[in-house]
Nanobody, 116 residues
Framework: QVQLVESGGGLVQPGGSLRLSCAAS????????MAWYRQAPGKERELVAS???????NYADSVKGRFTISRDNGKNTVLLQMNSLKSEDTAVYYC??????????WGQGTQVTVSS
């Protein structure tokens, strides 16, 4: 059973930075795609960034140039560096993993609040 544990959320002022971390159990070679999603109050969950085996990376247009996703297979973690944060980035951020067995896993979520 795969478990994903997020950390690094919190309260930050507009223009500030946060780094989210997702620690995954299981072999990193089983994870075809790892990604970060977010869900703001009253809105649907949306993809923020994803990184696939081989290093293919995708970002939502709203975060391009501000967020950076990276993956450390040795530590079995995926990171999301968030810079120049805006109030509209406020949401619960979820780690996601899609495996070679075509199974999908979610973390419990971590709150990010951007406010002065």
């Amino acid at each position: 059973q795969v478990q994903l544990v997020e950390s690094g959320g919190g309260l930050v002022q507009p223009g500030g930075s946060l780094r989210l971390s997702c620690a995954a159990s299981g072999s990193p070679f089983n994870f075809v795609v790892m990604a970060w999603y977010r869900q703001a109050p009253g809105k649907e969950r949306e993809l923020v960034a994803s990184i696939a085996t081989g290093g293919i990376i995708n970002y939502a247009d709203s975060v391009k140039g501000r967020f950076t996703i990276s993956r450390d297979n040795g530590k079995n973690t995926v990171l999301l560096q968030m810079n120049s944060l805006k109030s509209e980035d406020t949401a619960v951020y979820y780690c996601n993993a899609f495996t070679i067995f075509r199974t999908n896993y979610w973390g419990q979520g971590t709150q990010v609040t951007v406010s002065s």
